[in-house]
Nanobody
Framework: QVQLVESGGGLVQPGGSLRLSCAAS????????RGWYRQAPGKQRELVAA???????NYADSVKGRFAISKDNAKNTVYLQMNRLKPEDTAVYYC??????????????WGQGTQVTVSS
């Protein structure tokens, strides 16, 4: 019943921007965003941006200075603002969060993935 729903992906030209959103839905008791990952064709899934409960952030060197992660706990949503996009940013992006289901235990969840394609 509880899931993470991603949106905001698409096709963009190099140098452009996109904002990804990841919102938890269902009978949720508590939401703890972990971060964003991506997986490009032929490559392993990698951490793009992480965020702690108190808002401390960490970024992969490849996106540092271009991407920004943020969250709105009141909306059970985590965002990834992507600026100055490069073709190498092309990948499927996944959000990750710990969710406490009402009447259940804490479980780590992945979003369904959203495609980001950066191309001329």
């Amino acid at each position: 019943q509880v899931q993470l729903v991603e949106s905001g992906g698409g096709l963009v030209q190099p140098g452009g921007s996109l904002r990804l959103s990841c919102a938890a839905s269902g009978p949720l008791f508590r939401f703890n965003a972990r971060g964003w990952y991506r997986q490009a064709p032929g490559k392993q899934r990698e951490l793009v941006a992480a965020i702690t409960k108190v808002g401390v952030t960490n970024y992969a060197d490849s996106v540092k200075g271009r991407f920004a992660i943020s969250k709105d706990n009141a909306k059970n949503t985590v965002y990834l603002q992507m600026n100055r996009l490069k073709p190498e940013d092309t990948a499927v992006y996944y959000c990750n969060a710990d969710l406490w289901v009402v009447g259940g235990d804490n479980t780590n969840y992945w979003g369904q993935g959203t495609q980001v394609t950066v191309s001329s």
